[in-house]
Nanobody
Framework: QVQLVESGGGLVQAGGSLRLSCAAS????????MGWFRQAPGKEREFVAA????????YIANSVKGRFTISRDNAKNTVYLQMNSLNPEDTAVYYC?????????????WGQGTQVIVSS
């Protein structure tokens, strides 16, 4: 069982920045690919960013490319999402997810989410 806890959300003005963190339980964090997703009110959950277990590979959604960066610190069991130049369209609940070796290629553990509100 893997527990994921997001933090760092909040209210920010357009143009501002936030850094989200996701802390994972257990000793095997370094073997998980990790991802960030978001869900805005009335919309489907969408992919934001992902990072491989080694940090060698990252993926960023086109909608946030150039503004958001994903990183991780395996020694701290934590993955980060640095969000810059935020705009009101980034308002959503942000979730981190883990893709464990036992998950069959899917994200099999999810956090509870952290709210991000960007005011205009």
């Amino acid at each position: 069982q893997v527990q994921l806890v997001e933090s760092g959300g909040g209210l920010v003005q357009a143009g501002g920045s936030l850094r989200l963190s996701c802390a994972a339980s257990g000793r095997s964090f370094g073997t998980y690919d990790m991802g960030w997703f978001r869900q805005a009110p009335g919309k489907e959950r969408e992919f934001v960013a992902a990072i491989s277990w080694s940090s060698f590979t990252t993926y960023i959604a086109n909608s946030v490319k150039g503004r958001f960066t994903i990183s991780r610190d395996n020694a701290k069991n934590t993955v980060y999402l640095q969000m810059n130049s935020l705009n009101p369209e980034d308002t959503a609940v942000y979730y981190c997810a883990a893709k464990t070796p036992q998950g069959g290629g899917r994200y099999d553990y999810w956090g509870q989410g952290t709210q991000v509100i960007v005011s205009s």
